[in-house]
Each structure stands twice: as structure tokens, then as C-alpha cells.
């Protein structure tokens, strides 16, 4: 989708061949690289591109995705960050780690990308496979306190721009199962209590392969509760800078 857009907004490559190296989640957003004409073919040779991302962590909620497109599981904590708990927390996350693929992510398994064997409850029949994972650097850039009723509403416009898709092995998702979680957030904040909820900011330089989701669940384990990415933005893949012609070009999507 932002292949085509990117050509529509610039029809003189219409007719160029063009593909991209590495994915975003469905509720990232940010940098893009998209390869042009025979650059196409060298793909593999981007797709290990060192990144770094924006994200904000919501503490006391997290999900089976990591993020808020999942099924909301709710703490009935009210956190306020300790900074030395969440200095040890992020100190951490630094380094080289042996860590579990998500459950909720694309890895293939005996022939069936993870998500696919955990909509239809096969995973206990598999061996989830692990893999490296590189944090270079995290640090924490600021915090705020966001309402319910604030959350509510970012949470619901957030739902709302998820892709509908047609696509026949994405069909035991339902579209990222998007009506029954949008039902289940709608429950969680019916139930809820006016409260306040810590939202943590986060810059992280990383190696290919780290899942922002991932992270912002460990931090909320390290800080004794739960924690979901509210957003994730990445903002730089290696060393690349925005071309008018040549092989590469950033695009933003959203």
C-alpha cells in the first residue's frame, strides 16, 4: 500500500520497478526504505539495516500483541515510574539477548507464520523459535500522564485505522481481529475507574530484528506490572539520507 502511494504521489517512477526492505507493524509508523529499478534485486542486502525508533510505552495495560491492537489485559495498577527501577529496567534491555520470536508476529513455523498457528491454537504444537536481538542504546526522553477518557480516544482512532484486508491467509484474523478487540477496549474502559495512566518516552538504537512490542512488555515486567507500545515511530535505518534519484528512498507511512 505505501508502494502505491508513494508512485501515485510521484508519477514519474510509475513504470520503475520498486519493493521495500523490512516491514513496519501494523500501528507503526515512520521510515520506509523503498528500493528503485535494478536495486530491486539486491534486497536481502538491506534488510539488516540498524534502526532507530520513537516509541511510547503505556504502563498498567498490556495485550497478546504487545500493543494496543490486541486483546487488552488490564492491571488495575496506578504506576508512577520509579527512576531507579526504570533505570535498572532499561539498563537491561542494553546489549545482546537470546530472546523468544512474538507470538503475534510473521517468524514461520512448520510452513505457518507464528500469528497464523496462534489464532488457531496450534502453538503448543510448536516449538517457538528464538533469535538475537541487539539494543545498542535506550533512553528515556520524557513522561506524561494521560486520562482514561484521553486514552480511550487515541485507542479507538488507533482501531479505527486499521487495514481491512481480504487476503485469504490473513482470513482467522478477521482483519487483525479488530471488531473483538475494539469490543474489549470498549468493555475495559466502561469498567474502569477515572484514573490517570504513565506513558513512558522512549528513543531506542537497535540491530535488526527487535521488536518494539516485545520491549515495552519487558519494561512493564521489570517495572512489576504490565505495559503495551501505545505508538511506535521509527525514525532511521543506517546510515541512508533522503534522495531525489538514486537506488534508495525514504517514505513515511502512517
Not at 481480504?166 to 479488530?178: A, I, L, M, Q
Not at 468493555?187 to 522512549?202: A, C, D, N, Y
Not at 517495572?223 to 534519484?245: C, D, Q
Request: charged share 30%; proline share 4%.
Amino acid at each position: 500500500m505505501a508502494l502505491e502511494e508513494w508512485k501515485r504521489q510521484n508519477p514519474a517512477y510509475a513504470d520503475v520497478p520498486a519493493c521495500y526492505a523490512g516491514r513496519l507493524d501494523p500501528m507503526a509508523s515512520g521510515k520506509l526504505l523503498m528500493l528503485l529499478g535494478e536495486e530491486c534485486k539486491r534486497q536481502d542486502a538491506y534488510r539488516d539495516l540498524d534502526k532507530t525508533y520513537d516509541i511510547e510505552v503505556l504502563l498498567d495495560v498490556g495485550s497478546d500483541t504487545g500493543d494496543v491492537l490486541g486483546i487488552p489485559d488490564y492491571t488495575h495498577r496506578v504506576s508512577v515510574a520509579d527512576e531507579r527501577l526504570l533505570a535498572e529496567a532499561l539498563a537491561k534491555e542494553r546489549g545482546a539477548h537470546l530472546r523468544a520470536y512474538p507470538i503475534f508476529s510473521s517468524k514461520t513455523v512448520n510452513g505457518k507464520p507464528l500469528f497464523l498457528h496462534a489464532l488457531l491454537g496450534t502453538l503448543a504444537d510448536i516449538e517457538i523459535p528464538k533469535h538475537i536481538e541487539k539494543i545498542y542504546n535506550i533512553q528515556l526522553r520524557d513522561s506524561y500522564r494521560i486520562s482514561n477518557g484521553e486514552l480511550e480516544e487515541r485507542v479507538m482512532y488507533l482501531l479505527e485505522r486499521v487495514p481491512r484486508t481480504d487476503e485469504p491467509s490473513k482470513r482467522p484474523g478477521e482483519d487483525f481481529r479488530v471488531d473483538v478487540i475494539r469490543t474489549r477496549w470498549k468493555e475495559l474502559f466502561t469498567e474502569m475507574s477515572e484514573r490517570k495512566f504513565t506513558v513512558l518516552r522512549l528513543k531506542v538504537i537497535c540491530a535488526s530484528g527487535v521488536y518494539m512490542r516485545s520491549l515495552a512488555g519487558r519494561i512493564g515486567e521489570s517495572l512489576h506490572t504490565k505495559a503495551l507500545a501505545l505508538s511506535i515511530k521509527r525514525t532511521r535505518l543506517g546510515t541512508f539520507t533522503p534522495l531525489w534519484r538514486g537506488v534508495g528512498w525514504w517514505t513515511e507511512t502512517y
